[in-house]
């Protein structure tokens, strides 16, 4: 792990070159390992400010990261019993999911829920 924390820290530093910090944008690739890194970290007890300094970018941007929407991840679900749905208007739907952002869709079927909640962003 401290090899590959190592050499995400030497590429982050060719990536700025003499830029100031923030002029360039970080790629994909860089976001996402950064991240795996940091989980890596954490598992060994170290918080994510020193994980960061150890990767030499800032906290900061690791939390931004972390929030955006292509690494959201799982998120715990509570099985409503059928009693609330009854109450709540959805239980005739096949299908009732909510998004990551609050969303709460009622479809016939799971193809239909995924559509509406891609619309939704």
């Not at 890194?37 to 150890?54: D, F, I, M, N, P």
Request: with cysteine; glycine share 10%; proline share 4%.
């Amino acid at each position: 792990m401290d090899k590959e924390v190592e050499a995400f820290r030497n590429e982050v530093l060719r990536w700025r070159g003499t830029r100031r910090q923030g002029a360039r944008p970080y790629t994909s690739a860089m976001k996402s390992k950064a991240l795996e890194l940091t989980a890596g970290l954490r598992s060994r007890g170290l918080t994510v400010e020193s994980a960061a300094k150890q990767m030499g970018i800032s906290a900061a941007t690791l939390y931004a990261w972390k929030k955006m929407p292509g690494h959201a991840g799982m998120l715990a679900v509570r099985i409503a019993p059928d009693t609330c749905l009854a109450r709540s208007g959805l239980a005739g739907s096949a299908v009732q999911l909510v998004s990551p952002r609050g969303y709460r869709v009622a479809a016939p079927d799971l193809a239909t829920a995924v559509a509406l909640l891609r619309e939704l962003g």
